[in-house]
């Protein structure tokens, strides 16, 4: 079975703090992986993919790498802040038809 | 206007009822799905279509069916509903040319 696992399940840092949150998968087949944001009682934001093709992914503070040999993903978010307070969800698209994976999820508290 | 929509966002019903829940996008995205989050474990899909006349079983379809209205349109039933299928939906869509998924808001469903 197909497997994504989010470390760690929650993290609360000071401001400015830069931090990295982890994603590891157990099946070499996932090809491509999509990093999420959800805010309580929202739907989730895309906020980067990372094609097979691709090491990393970057968008203003966040900086996303894919190492499929070793399974892993992390998502770097320098320079932390209050506004960055949300759970970030790592997916993995698997099976040749676009289907995702979830991660159970990385809970953020970044305090002022 | 949010470009995937949900219907109803929250609704508190009773086991033993049949509930329709409904997604709508305006992205002209052939591909739509339904997830459903439970705390701790991440989303899962339940149903995924291609296109109008594609639909297709995801992880945890029992207990559900789907039906493709139109390109636009998706809607997840539960024909029986149980304390069990209490959890928040999440539809979304993708293009035929790219990997990234899209989510709408979410429907909080609790069956008592």
């Known amino acids: 079975k197909q497997e994504v696992t989010q470390i760690p399940a929650a993290l609360s840092v000071p401001e400015g703090e830069n931090l990295v949150l982890n994603c590891s998968f157990t099946d070499s087949a996932i090809y491509n992986l999509q990093w999420f944001r959800q805010d309580p009682g929202k739907g989730l934001t895309s906020l980067l993919l990372?094609?097979?093709?691709?090491r990393e992914q970057t968008s203003g503070r966040l900086n996303a790498s894919l190492d499929k040999s070793s399974g892993r993903s992390t998502l770097y978010i320098a320079a932390s802040q209050p506004g960055d307070s949300a759970t970030y969800l790592c997916a993995g698209f698997s099976g040749g038809y676009n289907k995702l994976i979830f991660g159970a999820g990385t809970r953020l508290a970044v305090h002022p | 206007d949010a470009d995937v929509t949900q219907t109803p966002r929250n609704r508190i019903t009773k086991t033993g009822k049949r509930i329709m829940l409904e997604c709508s996008q305006t992205?002209?995205?052939?591909?739509m799905y339904w997830y459903r989050q439970d705390p701790g474990l991440g989303l899962r899909l339940i149903y995924y279509s291609f296109d109008v006349k594609d639909i297709n079983k995801g992880e945890i379809s029992d207990g559900y069916s789907v039906s493709r209205q139109a390109q636009a349109k998706f809607s997840l039933s539960l024909e029986s509903a149980i304390p069990n299928q209490t959890a928040l939906y999440f539809c979304a869509t993708s293009g035929f040319s790219s990997d990234t998924q899209y989510f709408g808001p979410g429907t909080r469903l609790t069956v008592l």
């Open positions: 992205k002209g995205h052939d591909r």
């Open positions: 990372i094609q097979s093709s691709q």
